[in-house]
Structure formats: C-alpha cells, structure tokens
C-alpha cells in the first residue's frame, strides 16, 4: 500500500503561484510514476502532469504548459507541483496519484493510489 497526502493549496490572485507538494509513504518503492490531476466544480478529473519516479522525465498538459513544473525529492518521497502565472480557470481540487506500472501516463484510472485533494482557487 502507498499512501498519499498534498498539502499547499490556498487562494491566489492570478499572476501568482502556489506550489503543491505530494508526500508518499508506507510502499514507495513500488511506484513507477505520479500524477497530478485537477477536478474544478461540474467538470471531470483532468491531467495536469507526470513525473517518472525514477528518471525524473515529465509530461505535461498542454494547458499548463511552460506555467506547471513537477519536480520530485525521492530522499523525501515527496513530488512538487510548481504552478506560476495562475489563472481563474486553474481553481479546481488538485490530487496527486501513484501508478504502480507506468512512469508518465495520462489517464486517471490507471493510477491506483490517490491522495485527499487540496483546494486551489484563483482570483481574478
């Protein structure tokens, strides 16, 4: 088992940044990759970005491209969301997520542990 908890989100004005840090515990060493996903009010749960748990590689979504940085600390089994120039449309629930199998995948129902979500809203 791997548990997750995120911590770091709050209310930002737009143009500002926040960022987000995911701290796994208990089986680590299983992990291949996090995600990062984001679920705003009425809206399905979206991908916001991978990290490889390993190599370090990244992907990202387009829509938060060149403003979203993951990073991880695997001395402290912790990954970073880095989010800069934040706009309104970036308030949402963010989670992150342990898949077990693959090191940068997309998809939110691959991934098989999820952390309690931290609120990020973004004032115009």
């Known amino acids: 088992q791997v548990q997750l908890g995120e911590s770091g989100g709050g209310l930002v004005q737009a143009g500002g940044s926040l960022r987000l840090s995911c701290a796994a515990s208990?089986?680590?060493?299983?992990?291949?990759?996090m995600g990062w996903f984001r679920q705003a009010p009425g809206k399905e749960r979206e991908f916001v970005g991978a990290?490889?748990?390993?190599?370090?590689?990244?992907y990202y979504a387009d829509s938060v491209k060149g403003r979203f940085t993951i990073s991880r600390d695997n001395a402290k089994n912790t990954v970073y969301l880095q989010m800069n120039n934040l706009k309104p449309e970036d308030t949402a629930v963010y989670y992150c997520?342990?898949?077990?199998?693959?090191?940068?995948?997309?998809?939110?129902?691959?991934?098989?542990?999820w952390g309690q979500g931290t609120q990020v809203t973004v004032s115009s």
């Open positions: 997520a342990a898949d077990l199998t693959r090191p940068l995948a997309h998809d939110a129902y691959g991934y098989d542990y």
């Open positions: 208990g089986r680590t060493f299983t992990i291949y990759g």
């Open positions: 990290i490889s748990w390993f190599g370090g590689n990244t």
